[in-house]
């Protein structure tokens, strides 16, 4: 193997993508083209390591099936750190085909890893936890085991299983260390901190408190109605109702669960859910309509009572209950700029014009908020100019993957 190629292949598989830069920034041949655009990746400049790594396939050629596919694997990765997820199943696929019937054990292994990692991203939380279980990650590099763990982390942390997350980090930390990748370090210390930090405000009884994830997942596995402003569903016991995609019935909701165990007035209603200035009888007919319909979303757990004023929760027709208890969780707004975490933390990519406007701040004040978040490492742009996006670092987000040589110590 030509020594510059291996050094350079070391380096990257060490977390040291300037240094691989300084042996093949340079040379045009195709391995060389790999490499930079591995460390462009891993620098963040994700463009040009995609450019790079399509020319870096196309120079390899049809007759080198296996670079080829190592080629689509970085890029694959590249466009997971994008989230450009369109068709992203497909290669993924085809990728581990090819190690698969080329013997190349440990390239495979990655592609599985990061299909469940889109998976992850998509929402197919099952899927992904049932493709992380089927994989050996005792057999895997330091390196991978960290991705395996962190990945199980995340799945944990959006289960609110604030145990199994802690158990998966520390096994993360471990493989981490043993990888030498500062940057594996850092994402394991960033989850860290995380799990440490407040995850919600409590509202019951008229009072907030602050809540960690340990507090939340303990409250959810109660009796107690939890009307979650986090995920925007209804929780009592094992039974999960999400208004995700009903948002006036989760405001509706979250009304009269903050003014448990008292009503809520008609027009207190029309002024919070419709913004209207006075509930006249269109408004009034119309917040009759929606509380029908909450009353057959929430049927499973609660009920909605009529009172002379207004509203009320009451206990579920369908579940037999002598008291109802009733939780509000909301985002951890006192925090500095909670609210535009709390945007960004389904992990999806944002401009920031999309944030302002969601927000109701002028793009000024979103920018300063956007430069202090980004400063701590808890927000990162995509993209330059107009196509800028931001989102929050999500667990195994950086591309690391350095095995398209067959050098020994990117094994």
């Known amino acids: 193997m030509d020594p510059s190629i291996e050094a350079a292949a070391r380096a990257l598989a060490a977390g040291d993508p300037l240094s691989a830069l300084n042996r093949v920034a340079l040379r045009d041949d195709a391995a060389a083209l790999a490499l930079r655009g591995i460390a462009m990746a891993q620098i963040g400049d994700m463009a040009r390591a995609r450019g790079l790594v399509r020319r870096a396939a196309r120079a390899f050629g049809a007759q080198a099936a296996v670079a080829r596919a190592r080629c689509r694997l970085v890029e694959a990765e590249i466009a997971l750190a994008t989230r450009k997820l369109a068709g992203l199943e497909q290669a993924l696929d085809d990728a581990q085909a090819v190690f698969d019937s080329h013997g190349d054990g440990v390239n495979a292994l990655y592609a599985r890893l990061l299909q469940a990692r889109r998976r992850l991203l998509t929402g197919d939380v099952e899927q992904a936890r049932a493709a992380l279980v089927a994989i050996d990650a005792a ?3 330091p390196a991978m085991r960290a991705l395996h763990a962190l990945l199980l982390a995340g799945i944990a942390l ?3 299983q604030a145990r199994s997350a802690r158990l998966a980090l520390d096994r993360a930390a471990r493989a981490a260390h043993g990888s030498g990748v500062a ?16 995850t919600a405000c409590l509202h019951v009884d008229g009072a907030v408190r602050l809540l960690r994830l340990d507090d939340v997942e303990a409250l959810l596995n109660t009796s ?6 986090c995920r925007h569903a209804v929780q009592s016991g094992a039974t999960t109702i999400s208004l995700a995609r009903r948002p ?7 009304a009269l669960g903050e003014a448990w165990p008292g009503d809520v007035p008609r027009a207190a209603l029309v002024q919070r859910i419709f913004r209207g200035k006075a509930a006249d009888e269109s408004y009034r007919a119309r917040l009759r309509v929606e509380i029908g319909r909450l009353r057959a979303a929430l049927r499973p757990v609660a009920g909605i009572r009529a009172t002379a004023a207004g509203y009320a929760l009451a206990p579920g027709v369908d579940i037999p209950a002598p008291a109802l208890a009733v939780a509000v969780l909301t985002p951890p707004v006192d925090l500095p ?3 535009l975490l709390a945007l960004l933390a389904d992990g999806e990519a944002w401009s920031s014009s999309a944030l302002a406007l969601a927000l109701g701040v002028s793009q000024r004040t979103l920018q300063r908020a956007l430069d202090s978040l980004a400063g701590q490492g808890r927000v990162r742009a995509l993209g330059r100019g107009r196509a800028r996006r931001w989102t929050v670092p999500q667990g195994a987000d ?4 350095f095995l398209l040589t067959d050098a020994p110590a990117a094994a």
């Open 139 to 141: 057999v895997a590099p």
């Open 158 to 160: 959006r289960q609110m």
């Open 183 to 198: 940057a594996l370090i850092a994402e394991v210390e960033g989850m860290r901190r995380a799990l440490a930090a407040p």
């Open 224 to 229: 107690t109605l939890v009307i979650d402003g």
């Open 248 to 254: 006036l019935l989760f405001r509706l909701a979250r």
């Open 337 to 339: 700029n909670a609210d």
């Open 398 to 401: 950086i591309t690391t993957n």
